[in-house]
């Protein structure tokens, strides 16, 4: 398969649960990203990766733990989450980080529900 | 503060007129402005880029900055550009600001 794919599509998760989601890119990229996507406001980035190696993490709550053990795989694994955190996460990638093409290329996203 | 506004969060308009989705953008440097296309049931994708001034199914924008704007315009509506729209810009760092987004519905 190409493209970016992301699983699970839904998560249902309590607050003490933990979860993971999980991305996969087959276009050969350097650079992978986790956004959160909330109702009504902008996409908030929250974490990148190139070439494996975390290079940004915009204040993001530990609760989320980002993992990326290969170029072509990104997991963000959540634990006692709040039910704020409920939104559509979603993963993109690009050929490298620090390009000006600016084009990235997302999954269809995770839809998390925090109970 | 760098920041990308689109004032509008919904736009109707019937097929076969204009439509103009508004972007503005607060930036100090020089910048890099990207409109991105949310169809139904499919991810985000890019739109087009302004350093590229091309015109992607019929869509244009031009970037003004003495108004620090980046409308997108498209002469004559189909039903199919029905979509989220959303602008966004480059920072220094490579990263982009992204707007909350307009929905665009185009009635038959």
């Known amino acids: 398969e190409t493209g970016v794919t992301q699983t699970p599509r839904h998560l249902v998760m309590g607050m003490t649960n933990k979860k993971s989601l999980k991305c996969e890119q087959h276009?050969?990229?350097?650079?992978m990203y986790w956004y959160k996507q909330s109702a009504k406001k902008p996409l908030e980035l929250m974490f990148v990766?190139?070439?494996?190696?975390?290079?940004e993490n915009n204040s993001v709550p530990s609760r989320f733990s980002p993992e990326c053990p290969n170029s072509s795989h990104l997991f963000l694994h959540l634990h006692t989450l709040q039910p704020e955190d409920s939104a559509l996460y979603l993963c993109?990638?690009?050929?490298?980080?620090?390009?000006?093409?600016?084009?990235?290329?997302f999954g269809e996203g995770s839809r998390l529900t925090v109970l | 503060a760098q920041r990308v506004t689109q004032p509008e969060k919904l736009l109707s308009v019937f097929k076969g007129a204009p439509v103009e989705l508004k972007c503005n953008y607060s930036y100090s440097g020089s910048p890099e402005l990207f409109w991105y296309v949310q169809y139904s049931r499919q991810r985000l994708q890019l739109l087009l880029r302004?350093?590229?001034?091309?015109s992607i199914k019929g869509f244009t924008a031009d970037l003004n900055k003495g108004e620090t704007s980046f409308h997108l315009k498209k002469p004559f509506a189909q039903e199919e550009d029905s979509a989220m729209y959303y602008c966004a810009l480059m920072d220094s760092n490579y990263q982009l600001i992204w707007g909350a987004g307009t929905k665009l519905i185009i009635k038959p």
């Open positions: 993109a990638s690009s050929q490298d980080r620090a390009s000006n093409t600016g084009e990235l290329f």
């Open positions: 276009l050969g990229h350097n650079a």
């Open positions: 990766y190139s070439l494996e190696e975390r290079v």
């Open positions: 302004h350093i590229s001034r091309e």
